[in-house]
């Protein structure tokens, strides 16, 4: 089938199996290989991107489903050469370790900011709930996001990626937002 998306800001039309996983078309397809794959059944939130705005689990919608879509991956978050200012806390703060983690967790953490540019800590940890780590204890992570909302991080909510309103929640683990 054909789909026509538009992938950090570039037109791109393919044509993929209709079973074709959204985040093995980035991956495998696109080249994208900062997307990851974890458990594959939307737990852990590796293969998390944005969508039309919106943090999805790129592993639970099919890349037929993201036709018409503006997708935003981690190579994509930057803006002329400047980091996000999610990138920029998590630089700053140590928000990682072995990194694998790391690409969802600031996708999640950039639809959460566009949403809520000033989470409290407790905001940010649910914002992030459906993100697995298995390496920091999430704590620098979370200061991450925190540093991001604050005075150092600039205007949290700036860039083309921000998206629509929606109520604070974690990832979506189906396909398109509604
Ligand atoms: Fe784990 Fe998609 S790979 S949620
Ligand atoms: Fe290793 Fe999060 S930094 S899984």
């Known amino acids: 089938m054909k789909v026509v998306m ?14 074709l996983l959204l985040v093995q078309h980035l991956r495998d397809g696109l080249g994208l290989t900062g997307t990851h794959i974890g458990c594959e059944t939307g737990l852990c939130g590796a293969c998390t991107v944005l969508c039309d705005g919106v943090a ?11 036709d ?6 981690i190579e994509g978050l930057e803006r002329d050469g400047k980091l996000d200012p999610v990138q ?3 630089w700053e703060c140590h928000g990682l370790q072995c990194g694998f983690c790391t690409p969802g967790m600031i996708l999640a953490a ?19 709930e459906g993100n697995l780590c298995r390496c920091t204890g999430y ?3 979370v200061d991450a996001v925190l540093w991001a909302a604050g005075p ?7 860039g083309a990626t921000a998206g629509p309103s929606a109520p604070s929640q974690a990832p979506r683990a189906p396909g398109r937002p509604s």
């Open 68 to 73: 018409g879509a503006a997708i935003t991956t």
């Open 6 to 19: 538009t992938v950090n800001g570039r037109r791109l039309e393919h044509d993929v199996e209709p079973r």
């Open 152 to 158: 150092a991080g600039g205007s949290a909510a700036a």
């Open 110 to 128: 950039r639809d959460l900011l566009n949403r809520n540019p000033h989470p409290s800590e407790r905001e940010v940890r649910r914002g992030l």
């Open 88 to 90: 920029e806390g998590f």
């Open 139 to 141: 704590q620098h992570i």
């Open 56 to 66: 999805i689990k790129s592993c639970m919608m099919l890349a037929v489903q993201a």
